[in-house]
């Protein structure tokens, strides 16, 4: 088939051998756009998870200013955070819609996010922004947070649209407990 | 009648536990006294290590990452500690991991320090302590001297600070601590579950 249409082409004016290719030749990058959003719905709903340091968190609260934020941190190791998650996905189904920003960062290692991060995302229907701490002074990192966080996870904070701190669970929380934090500060 | 009202609280008090007795652990104030049974068989009563020239209590768990990231570490630490008069207490308050999980975990980790099942969470409760590893450090007095990690990063070669280290060298040297707290990642220790949870 190739080796007739290279001598259709060959007898054509260039004109016509422009058209005959791009004819011949559009549908591969329309087929590679359909390739590359097919493998990206593909990922049952995950998002592709990245690392996150001190200064990026940071900027991410700043930048949801005018919102009301959840941050959370987790780890796919941590026992209580496994199995806080599903409450958190009920929330973010329940206070996304009213405008609620949720940030996860996940305490795995950065060459987990593939193995284990990812997979278990996906296994839990997650579709809000999540990140792997890659930070070299964990310390500075907690504190950065808030002061009186020990370092536990899972550990939650809230912050209202004016991006100021007004709650923070540093243990495991049941749904309604978030939902009862958050209620107030969004519309209904 | 006031006879027994007197006898009525003496009553009461005496059968409180004694984590509701006993303050939570503070930076320079004394450590709650507790006896635990070690995975040995033997009773060890912190007040028997008084006199120590410092005594490390250690939470550690048998299948949180990050408390065993630090197994061959904390050996290192006994090793190099324990011939300096330094007693090592390793506790582990979690529910979820039972005796014969710990004693089969400090067998193969070849911990050579005592190994303390913390039932019920009431050392941890205690101590306040949060996770594993987390570490508290007593002096000779049994005053709380450092509290926090072991070092900076469980990625040994990400290590440039040494806190428990620091600690304990400053205290050997009758020097004055100079990071008392220094905070870590680590797993959350399972506790018992309440009635309220």
């Known amino acids: ?188 | 009648m006031k006879r027994l009202v007197n006898l009525f609280l003496v009553t009461v008090c005496g059968l409180l536990p004694m984590a509701a007795l006993a303050a939570a652990a503070e930076m320079d104030k004394p450590a709650p006294l507790f006896k635990l049974t070690g995975i040995d068989g033997k009773e060890y009563d912190l007040e028997s290590f008084k006199d120590k020239k410092a005594v490390v209590v250690m939470f550690i768990a048998t299948r949180c990452p990050y408390s065993n990231a630090y197994n061959e570490r904390m050996v290192k630490l006994f090793n190099d500690y324990h011939g300096k008069d330094v007693a090592f207490l390793g506790i582990n308050a979690n529910n979820t991991e039972s005796l014969d999980d710990v004693k089969a975990h400090a067998k193969d980790k070849k911990f050579a320090f005592p190994v303390l099942k913390d039932e019920g969470n009431m050392v941890a409760d205690l101590y306040d302590a949060q996770v594993t590893p987390e570490i508290f450090v007593l002096d000779g007095a049994l005053t709380l001297r450092y509290h926090g990690r072991i070092d900076n990063s469980h990625k040994i070669n990400e290590v440039n600070t040494h806190d428990l280290r620091n600690a304990l060298d400053a205290l050997l040297a009758g020097k004055e601590i100079s990071k008392k707290e220094a905070k870590a990642f680590g797993c959350t220790i399972k506790r018992v579950k309440k009635d309220s949870d």
């Open chain 1, 1 to 188: 088939m190739i080796l007739h249409l290279c001598g259709r082409i060959f007898f054509l004016t260039p004109a016509a051998r422009l058209a005959q290719v791009w004819r011949a030749f559009f549908p591969l990058p329309f087929a590679c756009c359909l390739l590359f959003f097919a493998c990206a719905g593909g990922r049952g709903g995950s998002q592709s998870v990245r690392p996150i340091d001190e200064e990026g968190l940071h900027r991410l609260i700043e930048q949801a200013r005018g919102k009301v934020v959840l941050l959370n941190f987790w780890a796919t190791w941590c026992d209580p955070c496994v199995e806080e998650f599903p409450a958190l996905v009920k929330i973010a189904g329940e206070f996304q819609p009213r405008g609620l920003e949720m940030i996860f960062v996940s305490i795995d290692e950065p060459e987990d996010i593939a193995k284990k991060v990812e997979p278990f995302l996906k296994a839990q229907g997650v579709t809000f922004r999540t990140y792997v701490k890659d930070v070299k002074d964990d310390e500075a990192f907690i504190n950065s947070i808030d002061a009186k966080w020990t370092g536990a996870i899972p550990a939650t904070f809230i912050y209202d649209a004016n991006g100021v701190l007004v709650k923070n669970f540093i243990a495991q929380q049941k749904y309604e407990t978030f939902a009862e934090a958050l209620r107030p500060l969004l519309p209904k």
